[in-house]
């Protein structure tokens, strides 16, 4: 199946920091990716959908001005925390559709775990 | 897109058929039913669709009844390494991508 991989798996920080997180698609092409936001024992929370050269659209409740999404090519979108608090310490997750694969057969990334100090 | 309702926690011994039901009674003409897998610190991984009647893959089968008011995931003979969280999602065939997930099942495989 296509693979999609993240960078950093894990990243600390400081408190008002901003922490930038890459998702790409690595042998096929994603004119939309996903980012999602999973807390501990809890499911995973859509955030956004990031639309390649077009501005991402987010679900209600997400701070646009805290989670910025660029997603510049057809392969990569990054998420950036904008001055992280201890709060947003959770694990993010992106994921792109196969356009050629499967009806709504998502392709997830490992994850970024991200600790705010 | 249509609710789902699965059980909170399962649990099973090795070698066992593991079946977690799923309710979506609000599905639609064009849904899709779809599973997916995630283990501890790692992104979800697709099982298996469905839209009705009975799918079969390497990993699982699905089985959907006429009404598709349901589903039900079957996994046989699992192993210690199927302990994970299962979920249920319904999604439209003309869906860009966009999923929402539910609580989910936590399966924990017991030796």
């Known amino acids: 199946g296509a693979v999609v991989s993240q960078h950093p798996s894990w990243v600390i920080c400081k408190s008002g920091t901003s922490v930038k997180i890459e998702c790409r698609s690595l042998?096929?092409?994603?004119?939309?990716m996903f980012w999602y936001r999973q807390f501990p024992k809890q499911s995973l929370m859509l955030m956004a959908t990031?639309?390649?050269?077009?501005?991402?659209?987010?679900e209600q409740g997400v701070e646009k001005d805290k989670f910025l999404i660029n997603h510049a090519s057809l392969t990569l979108s990054t998420l950036t925390v904008t001055s992280a608090h201890p709060e947003d310490s959770s694990f993010y997750i992106c994921?792109?559709?196969?356009?050629?694969?499967?009806?709504?057969?998502?392709?997830f990334g490992p994850g970024t775990r991200l600790t705010v100090l | 897109l249509a609710k789902t309702t699965q059980p909170i926690s399962m649990d099973s011994y090795e070698g066992q058929e593991v079946n977690i039901t799923c309710s979506h009674n609000?599905?639609?003409?064009?849904?899709?039913i779809t599973w997916y897998q995630q283990f501890p610190s790692q992104g979800p991984r697709f099982i298996i669709q469905?839209?009705?009647t009975k799918v079969t893959n390497e990993v699982a089968s699905l089985f959907i009844p006429a009404d598709r008011k349901s589903s039900t995931l079957s996994l046989p003979r699992v192993s210690l390494s199927d302990t994970a969280v299962y979920y249920c999602?319904?999604?439209?065939?003309?869906?860009?991508?966009?999923?929402?997930f539910g609580q989910g099942t936590t399966l924990q495989v017991k030796p």
């Open positions: 994921s792109a559709r196969d356009l050629a694969g499967e009806v709504n057969e998502q392709f």
């Open positions: 042998d096929f092409q994603a004119t939309t």
């Open positions: 990031s639309n390649e050269g077009s501005k991402a659209t987010y």
């Open positions: 609000n599905i639609a003409t064009n849904d899709y």
């Open positions: 469905g839209y009705k």
């Open positions: 999602l319904v999604v439209p065939s003309s869906n860009t991508g966009k999923l929402i």
